[in-house]
């Protein structure tokens, strides 16, 4: 797994990028997408959590944001280290910048990433639920995202978290 200089993840964050990223190459293969919209997928896996061992305060110099709570922060940042490389995608820059919340305004790329970081295998819990909705990914692309981010609110509510704007916004785009 190649990651860019800037990079700062531990071995277990590393780990956790080459579950997902594997998901996102076995969908993307079972889906047979071409190959441009592969490398996307796997771009999206790979840099979504290339930041996510920064210290905070580095994290909050980089994106500016003294108020979101900390583990909302390296998704912003990670887009933000790309486009100061001359990464221009929109869709994977989103797909990045929002995959801790959410966005209505998400292609294909970014859904997919917040389902893999959600399913993928090495999480504890609802292993069964998750493993099945892992499988059904490629051929029930859409209805499998409403049950994920429909997990994910559900989680929320249950342990009396914040819900943040854009997660409400993108439960309401889907209905």
């Known amino acids: 797994m190649t990651l860019p200089a800037w990079a700062q993840v531990s071995e277990k964050r590393l780990a956790h990028i080459e579950r997902v990223t594997m998901l996102l190459n076995t969908w993307a293969a079972a889906m047979r997408l071409p190959r441009e919209q592969v490398l996307l997928w796997l771009d999206a896996g790979r840099l979504h959590d290339a930041v996510r061992d920064m210290p ?36 994977l820059l989103d797909a990045i910048r929002y995959h801790t919340v959410g966005s209505t305004s998400w292609g294909m790329v970014g859904k997919a990433l917040y389902m893999a970081d959600f399913l993928e295998p090495g999480r504890k819990f609802a292993r069964t639920d998750r493993q099945f909705l892992v499988g059904l990914v490629p051929t029930a692309f859409d209805a499998v995202f409403g049950q994920v981010v429909r997990m994910r609110l559900e989680w929320a509510v249950r342990e009396g978290n914040y819900i943040f704007p854009e997660t409400v916004s993108l439960w309401n785009n889907l209905r």
Not at 61 to 69: E, F, K, M
């Open 56 to 91: 905070t305060e580095e994290l909050r110099a980089l994106t500016g944001d003294r108020q979101s709570p900390e583990g909302l922060l390296h998704g912003p940042a990670a887009a933000l280290m790309l486009e100061r490389e001359g990464e221009s995608r929109r869709e």
